[in-house]
């Protein structure tokens, strides 16, 4: 196997200190961490590291929503534009109820950046609303929805700001923000969001795209460790859109899914979860595989720490952290989730040898074949599947390749590779656009 990556080394000589504020388990402290590496290794200007640090707008709305019961209750939700240099912002929405501004500010900012290790035309962008959607009725996620989009309807649009699914949102979700933003605009604007169904304008794959991803960088990662599918085991860890489909896919490519999790707990089974059987019962049983039977219960702790080739944390933030990452025996971590892994954490994984994809790389299968929807949606012309799914696989080896090879050049982390590509992109374009002069 060739040898790992270095470990990174910062020094935060050149750039100054994060907001006060800021804790060190926040994920835009973590996403600050991995920036001022890349940053140092490029040795950016520093007016330019304040312009790329800086988000370009944040929006903070109240919503109110009549609740079934007739009571009024008020939501607070999120849009925070992080950078438009590139192109219009992109980004998902998440319904959860430990939404917060400064973890939005770092899903927008992880946008930028994923945008352009993946060279789709986007800035970056993230949406939010502090809410449990578990405790809702559908009538009241679809009023939460219709209003948050109503008091954003200026930030939104085909050419400004371009909404898509995150935890807890879904196809039903988007169709709502078309629908009211259509209404408003007095015209149907299927561009304005993607993610959305195949019947009004939706692109086939999308739905699958990001854990599609997420198998395509899994797969490249084992060809360059001499590691093969047929062999591999894996632990799947969050089975939602992303983590069910990654789990599926890497399965049909002959690795065995020895445990899937969510957040009920983990299931384990050494011969191989039959991962249909687990998605068909998530499916029943309101997206949760408690009581699932085809496996042992572990925790989602026991899940992190199996003896298995590949771990993919496909949830949430911070599962791997500094108490946890010495146990992780896996060769390849493939971050399906964003911000799964704290900078503590990475510095003992690298220490390790462990090959880790980043979430900027990973997970950037569903922005691209966001960008797809989106350009066919504009055309007015639809692709086939396959065609979809050729055009995402040969975009995410390609991508893989630039980040490998760049962790190689800077002799560094795959993630310090996917910023220094990333920052390198768009303070470029940021210069040549002459914002900076
Ligand atoms: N949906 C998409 O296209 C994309 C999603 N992502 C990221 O992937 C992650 C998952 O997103 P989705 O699959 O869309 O969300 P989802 O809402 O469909 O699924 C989330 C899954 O994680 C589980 N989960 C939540 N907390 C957990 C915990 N503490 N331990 C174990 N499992 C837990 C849930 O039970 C559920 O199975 C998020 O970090 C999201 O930002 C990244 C790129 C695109
Ligand atoms: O599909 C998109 O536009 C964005 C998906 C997303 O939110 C993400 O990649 O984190």
Not at 7 to 14: E, P, S
Not at 155 to 160: A, E, I, L, M, W
Not at 284 to 298: I, K, Q, V
Request: with cysteine; glycine share 10%; hydrophobic share 40%.
């Amino acid at each position: 196997m060739p040898t790992p990556f270095k470990r990174d080394v910062k020094t935060r000589a050149l750039y100054q200190e994060p907001a006060p504020h800021i804790d060190k388990d926040n994920p835009f402290q973590s996403m600050m961490e991995r920036f001022d590496v890349a940053a140092e290794l490029l040795e950016l200007d520093t007016g330019l590291y304040d312009v790329l640090r800086s988000p370009s707008r944040i929006h903070i709305t109240s919503i109110p929503v009549v609740m079934d019961d007739g009571r009024l209750r008020v939501f607070e939700g999120y849009r925070v534009i992080h950078s438009e240099v590139l192109g219009p912002s992109k980004g998902g929405i998440r319904f959860a109820p430990d939404v917060h501004v400064d973890e939005v500010k770092a899903l927008a900012a992880w946008m930028t950046w994923k945008c352009a290790v993946v060279g789709v035309p986007f800035g970056g962008a993230k949406g939010g609303v502090t809410c449990d959607p578990s405790t809702m009725s559908a009538g009241e996620v679809e009023r939460l929805t219709r209003r948050y989009t109503a008091n954003l309807i200026d930030v939104f649009g085909p050419d400004k700001d371009i909404p898509a699914p995150d935890m807890n949102t879904n196809e039903q979700v988007m169709a709502w923000l078309l629908d009211t933003y259509s209404m408003h605009a007095r015209r149907t604007e299927t561009a304005v969001v993607t993610g959305k169904p195949l019947l009004i304008g939706g692109s086939e794959g999308r739905r699958e795209a990001t854990g599609r991803g997420v198998m395509t960088t899994t797969l490249a990662a084992m060809e360059r460790l001499g590691m093969r599918a047929s062999q591999a085991t894996v632990a799947v860890q969050g089975f939602g859109n992303v983590g069910s489909v990654a789990a599926k896919l890497l399965r049909e490519q002959g690795c065995k899914v020895v445990a899937v999790s969510d957040v009920s707990g983990g299931y384990y089974n050494a011969d191989g979860i039959d991962i249909d059987a687990a998605a068909a019962y998530a499916a029943e049983h309101d997206r949760s595989l408690a009581g699932f039977d085809g496996a042992e219960p572990l925790t989602n702790e026991e899940l992190l720490a199996l003896d298995v080739d590949v771990l993919a944390p496909c949830a949430k933030e911070n599962q791997i952290t500094a108490e946890n990452a010495g146990d992780v025996k896996a060769k390849i971590v493939a971050e399906g989730a964003n911000g799964p892994t704290t900078p503590e954490a990475d510095a003992i994984l690298n220490e390790n040898g462990v090959l880790v994809i980043p979430d900027i790389l990973a997970n950037a299968g569903g922005v691209t074949v966001s960008y797809f929807e989106w350009v066919q949606d504009r055309q007015g012309y639809f692709w086939s599947a396959d065609r979809v799914n050729r055009r995402l696989d040969r975009m995410m080896r390609g991508a893989f390749n630039r980040v490998y090879d760049a962790a190689e050049t800077y002799d560094t982390s795959m993630r310090i590779g996917a910023y220094v590509i990333a920052i390198e992109k768009v303070a470029g374009a940021l210069k040549m656009r002459g914002i900076y002069a």
